[in-house]
């Protein structure tokens, strides 16, 4: 069954650090463009960041450039989130999930994302 499985969340100070993991078990997270989408309380899911199946393409919404950074490691078939500088703001579960539409590029289209995982919860508090 296609579903991904996120770890790495938590309680961290804001300006901290936390770096997300995706790993896709019992499939290749290198066949899919993977995004990592966040939902706060009363908040539709918004995309994050996601990046190609290539790995050569990503793309980060506006208020996380410059502070996160997604990359894949396909010998371990985990792809990453790397968050610095957190914010209150960023506070939500974080989830991850594959899509097999893109290739070369990547999206944050819902419709087109599958195997969602149960989620990770970020809080940045003091």
């Known amino acids: 069954q296609l579903r991904v499985v996120e770890s790495g969340g938590g309680l961290v100070t804001p300006g901290g650090s936390l770096r997300l993991s995706c790993a896709g078990p019992?499939?290749?997270?290198?066949?899919?463009?993977i995004g990592w989408f966040r939902q706060a309380p009363g908040k539709e899911r918004e995309g994050v960041s996601c990046?190609?199946?290539?790995?050569?393409?990503?793309d980060y919404t506006d208020s996380v450039k410059g502070r996160f950074t997604i990359s894949r490691d396909n010998a371990k078939n985990t792809v990453y989130l790397q968050m610095n500088s957190l914010k209150p703001e960023d506070t939500a579960v974080y989830y991850c999930?594959?899509?097999?539409?893109?290739?070369?590029?990547?999206?944050?289209?819902?419709?087109?994302?599958?195997?969602w995982g149960q989620g990770t919860q970020v809080t940045v508090s003091l």
């Open positions: 999930a594959v899509s097999a539409y893109g290739g070369a590029w990547c999206h944050f289209n819902l419709d087109e994302y599958d195997g």
């Open positions: 990046i190609s199946s290539s790995g050569g393409s990503t």
């Open positions: 019992g499939f290749t997270l290198e066949h899919y463009v």
